[in-house]
């Protein structure tokens, strides 16, 4: 299996969870202004699983699998509305 930290957060941006932490480690931004690094969109649909990471690099400690799970979640999500159209 490949890391976690490999797999992409934001479909918009391209970029994996280690990129993100890269990203939001390096900006004193707050959250808006910082995902707008990662996501390179002013969409929502990755906002769950970024928003966590973000709160969890402010707090000192990532939690690879919940991220990991989030985004699991959001391309469940993606499907399924894929699938009533």
Do not use: H, W
Request: glycine share 4%.
């Amino acid at each position: 299996m490949a890391d976690i930290g490999d797999k992409i957060i934001c479909d918009c941006g391209q970029k994996t969870i280690n990129e993100a932490i890269m990203i939001f480690n390096q900006s004193d931004l707050p959250y808006k202004k910082a995902k707008k690094l990662v996501t390179e969109c002013n969409k929502t649909c990755c906002r769950r699983p970024l928003v966590r990471l973000f709160d969890m690099i402010k707090f000192g400690e990532i939690d690879y699998e919940e991220i990991d799970f989030l985004i699991e979640q959001r391309k469940l999500k993606d499907m399924e509305m894929e699938n009533e159209e």
